[in-house]
């Protein structure tokens, strides 16, 4: 990274330890409620993502809460388990019961928790913690302790209240921005007042309600931290955690940290757990969301294609993502190029124009198309894989509808060298036109429609309309074919024709 040098070496450590909450912060995500089930499939994953530290719930909470505990500890996985305790004997022996190698202790110190929710002084609160903190080594427990909403603490009192905590024998603090007020400065800040005080690793426990979660744990690290909490795809308390993967991603790519995360499985993580929590990804969250590696506008696909770093930070494989370019209003004939091709079409320069001009003119009107559009607009353009010369063309098409007149179109087609014209009557201008268009197509291949479906998929009275059409030969051929068109007589005869030319394909090739 061209701004590395800011930084001397000293100020970043080789190694950040990720301590994931997403079974414990993650799971008071507000309508998510997981099964002691449900949290061993997430914590096998995650030991598989190679997270160091699972935080895997607050026992005292529910019977629920401290099977789901046990199960994951007695899982024999990798990572160490941590679990929740509030500074009180019942909680910390609850944990203790669960066989949890780490117990998160916390206790606040904020003077609006402790006047307002605890109703103690900051010197009783001390007291607690060192009490909480004997107890818990009674019990052989790993200490790691947090001072809840330590960014609204008075900063002495922090420093003293950390203090206390290391000469009592906990072996990690961890300083939580519990309602997510800080800056990355303060963060920066108070790691490094901190970190002038005591010798055992800092925590940081970043909270996204300013949307700094991100930003504050990584300068939390550049203050001084080596641990990071994390939650998959952000998850927690009201607007979530530090996200696991933007964390661990941007310590690998930006500072060159190491976590020990396997980042291939950052992708599919996020996904198993966005399938059980049910909380669905943002399409605009980085490293995971479905935009995170998509490339709409032309310049940037044109980029992408000759060479993906001109607009991609890190290549999406390396997350286990895939690269997408979106045909949108944005898109340039490269990109749609590269798209159809990916897809397996490939278009003539003639036909890749309508192809754009299709996909421009629906993006004008608002509409993304999607990949599954994109290959039915091909196909309808390319004539289903019918060259030009072999297949059926509209030359020329008349409509004449209104009150009190009867509807009639007059259709010119050609094949080849050869061209066709004629008239026909209907009870509107679409069926006058399917009615010449069949009379026409009857020289060449007598023709059934058995079925026909008008959708407009934009919105207005210029709306896209997508004619599907299902036709049938006499020798019990059927096939389905699309058109597309502004004018939806104009999209109704593009799909029969493009229907009579794949039967006729059919039949030449004898299927
Ligand atoms: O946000 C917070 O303060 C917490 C504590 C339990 C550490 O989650
Ligand atoms: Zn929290």
């Not at 000293?10 to 950040?16: A, D, I, N």
């Not at 190679?50 to 990798?78: D, N």
């Amino acid at each position: 990274m061209a701004w590395r040098g800011y930084f001397t070496e000293s100020e970043l450590p080789e190694k950040v330890v990720l301590f994931d909450t997403t079974l414990r912060d993650g799971e008071q995500t507000p309508g998510v409620a997981l099964t002691p089930e449900d949290k061993l499939k997430i914590a096998r994953q995650l030991d598989l993502l190679g997270v160091q530290v699972i935080e895997a719930g607050f026992p005292i909470t529910s019977q629920g809460e401290e099977e789901a505990v046990r199960r994951i500890v007695k899982e024999g996985l990798k990572a160490e388990i941590a679990a929740l305790a509030r500074s009180s004997r019942q909680d910390i022996e609850k944990v203790a019961s669960t066989g949890a190698q780490r117990i998160h202790l916390f206790i606040a110190t904020s003077d609006i928790h402790l006047k307002k929710k605890l109703k103690i002084s900051r010197e009783e609160a001390i007291k607690r913690a060192l009490e909480a903190i004997d107890i818990a080594k009674s019990y052989g427990l790993k200490i790691e302790f947090s001072a809840e909403d330590a960014t609204r603490t008075n900063i002495d009192f922090l420093v003293e209240f950390y203090k206390a905590v290391e000469e009592a024998g906990a072996d990690i603090v961890d300083i939580p921005d519990t309602v997510g007020v800080a800056t990355p400065f303060a963060m920066r800040e108070i790691v490094r007042r901190v970190r002038k005080a005591v010798r055992i690793p800092i925590a940081v426990h970043c909270h996204n309600d300013m949307g700094l979660a991100v930003a504050n744990t990584l300068a939390g690290i550049e203050g001084g931290a080596t641990e990071a909490h994390v939650t998959v795809n952000g998850l927690g308390e009201r607007a979530g955690n530090a996200s696991l993967e933007e964390v661990a991603v941007a310590l690998k790519v930006l500072y060159g940290i190491d976590t020990g995360i396997v980042f291939k499985e950052i992708y599919n993580t996020s996904r198993i757990v966005s399938s059980i929590t049910g909380i669905t990804i943002p399409v605009n969250k980085p490293i995971v969301g479905e935009n995170a590696f998509s490339h709409e506008s032309g310049i940037h696909t044109h980029g992408v294609i000759s060479s993906p770093e001109t607009y991609e930070p890190i290549d999406p494989e390396f997350v286990g993502a895939k690269r997408r370019l979106v045909a949108g209003k944005h898109a340039g004939t490269h990109g749609i190029y590269a798209q159809l091709k990916e897809m397996g079409y490939t278009p003539s320069e003639e036909e890749l124009k309508k192809i754009v001009k299709i996909v421009k003119e629906m993006g004008d009107q608002g509409k993304k198309v999607t990949d599954a559009e994109l290959a039915s607009i091909a196909e309808s353009v390319m004539g289903y894989g019918i060259s030009e010369k072999e297949r059926i063309e509209l030359e020329e098409l008349i409509v004449v509808t209104g009150l009190n007149i009867t509807p009639t179109a007059t259709i010119k087609i050609r094949w080849g060298e050869q061209s066709w014209r004629g008239a026909e009557f209907g009870v509107g201008p679409i069926d006058a036109s399917m009615k010449a268009v069949s009379r026409l197509l009857g020289d060449l291949i007598k023709i059934k429609l058995e079925s026909f479906r008008l959708e407009a998929i934009t919105g207005g009275t210029e709306a896209f309309a997508e004619v599907t059409v299902r036709v049938s030969d006499e020798e019990g051929r059927s096939v389905t074919a699309k058109g597309f068109s502004k004018d939806i007589v104009l999209a109704g005869v593009y799909a029969i024709l493009n229907g009579a030319n794949r039967l006729i394909q059919m039949r030449r090739v004898k299927c």
